[in-house]
């Protein structure tokens, strides 16, 4: 194909906690690579997913779910958030059948003053197919300026085709921003962290899994092998023991699962070790937050 003619573009997924916006981008990429929970502020960064075609180059980004900010990590959280509002050339605005604009108000504004075509996407519509969908809509409508109003299903992969022909029609034409061999543009330990922490989202309860981070260090890659040491960091001395649990069961569950999950993502034999540290309160202090990459 014609150089002048290839479409390239930054793709941002917004929306409020849960609504389903990680499970969106992974499923429009056949690939996952966001971590998913049933629990709100699971997703802490923006995380680029591409997709490449001999056509397109699609920059995809998912976001942290919008919501007020209560202490430092969750205003580096809104800092991704805002900047993912700047450099869209399309926005994908994710709700779902029981959202409603509470606390965002302010941001629906700035996505209306974006000056760029708004996909209004509304999410999950398996759980309650006709009845509900007229009057979501309505209510979405009259706060969000859409171009195009889609039901989907993200979970069951319902009218993914659909979102992806009217980003391709509002797509502008423009060389790769990335390699096209690229599917994303965070290193593999990134993505080796995620997973651990999306372990820890699923099976801790209440305050921990808020409370933790992950570091990966000595990292290691032969063809065969991925070798490295997970640092898992919690706010208090008391964490630590609800980490690791009794006889240390709780923490092993964790490395296994994610284990598992490496060795699916990367395609490779994983070895992984676990070790806990006390960073006390880390979510609250900036300097710590840097360290930990949120320098938003
Ligand atoms: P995010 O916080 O917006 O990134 O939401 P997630 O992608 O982490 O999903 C939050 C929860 O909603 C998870 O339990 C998902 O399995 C669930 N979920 C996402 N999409 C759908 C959907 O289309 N239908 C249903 N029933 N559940 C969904
Ligand atoms: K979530
Ligand atoms: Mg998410």
Same mark, same amino acid.
């Given at each position: 194909?014609?150089?002048?003619?290839?479409?390239?573009?930054?793709?941002?997924?917004?929306?409020?906690?849960?609504? $389903?916006?990680?499970?969106?981008?992974?499923?429009?990429?056949?690939?996952?690579?966001?971590?998913?929970?049933?629990?709100? %502020?699971?997703?802490?960064?923006?995380?680029?997913?591409?997709?490449?075609?001999?056509?397109?180059?699609?920059?995809?980004?998912?976001?942290?779910?919008?919501?007020?900010?209560?202490? *430092?990590?969750?205003?580096?959280?809104?800092?991704?958030?805002?900047?993912?509002?700047?450099?869209?050339?399309?926005?994908?605005?994710?709700?779902?059948?029981?959202?409603?604009?509470? *606390?965002? *108000?302010?941001?629906?504004?700035?996505?209306?003053?974006?000056?760029?075509?708004?996909?209004?996407?509304?999410?999950?519509?398996?759980?309650?197919?006709?009845?509900?969908?007229? *009057?979501?809509?309505?209510?979405?409508?009259?706060?969000?300026?859409?171009?195009?109003?889609?039901?989907?299903?993200?979970?069951?992969?319902?009218?993914?085709?659909?979102?992806? %022909?009217?980003?391709?029609?509002?797509?502008?034409?423009?060389?790769?921003?990335?390699?096209?061999?690229?599917?994303?543009?965070?290193?593999?330990?990134?993505?080796?962290? #995620?997973?651990?922490?999306?372990?820890?989202?699923?099976?801790?309860?209440?305050?921990?899994?808020?409370?933790?981070?992950?570091?990966?260090?000595?990292?290691?890659?032969?063809?065969?092998?991925?070798?490295?040491?997970?640092?898992?960091?919690?706010?208090?001395?008391?964490?630590?023991?609800?980490?690791? $649990?009794?006889? $240390?069961?709780?923490?092993?569950?964790?490395?296994?699962?994610?284990?598992? #999950?490496?060795?699916?993502?990367?395609?490779?034999?994983?070895?992984?070790?676990?070790?806990?540290?006390?960073?006390?309160?880390?979510?609250?202090?900036?300097?710590?937050?840097?360290?930990?990459?949120?320098?938003?």
């Amino acid at each position: 194909m014609p150089e002048n003619m290839h479409k390239a573009g930054f793709v941002n997924i917004i929306g409020k906690p849960n609504v $389903g916006k990680s499970t969106l981008m992974n499923a429009l990429l056949g690939e996952k690579l966001s971590i998913i929970s049933s629990k709100a %502020q699971t997703t802490r960064h923006r995380i680029l997913g591409i997709m490449n075609e001999p056509e397109y180059q699609i920059v995809f980004s998912d976001t942290p779910g919008m919501l007020k900010p209560k202490y *430092e990590l969750h205003k580096s959280m809104m800092g991704f958030v805002n900047l993912s509002l700047e450099d869209a050339d399309v926005i994908v605005f994710v709700t779902d059948l029981f959202e409603n604009d509470e *606390e965002i *108000e302010d941001i629906i504004q700035k996505v209306n003053a974006a000056g760029v075509p708004v996909l209004l996407i509304i999410n999950k519509i398996d759980l309650n197919k006709e009845e509900k969908l007229a *009057e979501v809509t309505e209510y979405w409508t009259q706060k969000i300026k859409a171009d195009v109003v889609i039901p989907i299903s993200a979970l069951e992969g319902f009218n993914l085709q659909k979102i992806m %022909q009217e980003i391709l029609d509002r797509l502008p034409v423009h060389p790769p921003f990335y390699d096209k061999e690229e599917l994303s543009d965070r290193p593999e330990r990134f993505f080796a962290s #995620e997973i651990i922490r999306e372990k820890i989202f699923i099976q801790y309860k209440k305050e921990i899994p808020y409370s933790t981070e992950v570091r990966i260090e000595d990292f290691e890659e032969t063809d065969q092998l991925l070798r490295m040491r997970a640092l898992i960091f919690v706010e208090r001395d008391s964490q630590k023991g609800i980490i690791i $649990g009794d006889k $240390g069961k709780a923490l092993k569950r964790v490395g296994t699962q994610a284990r598992i #999950e490496m060795e699916k993502f990367f395609g490779k034999k994983v070895f992984l070790e676990t070790f806990v540290k006390v960073e006390e309160n880390w979510r609250k202090n900036k300097n710590k937050l840097k360290k930990f990459g949120y320098d938003q």
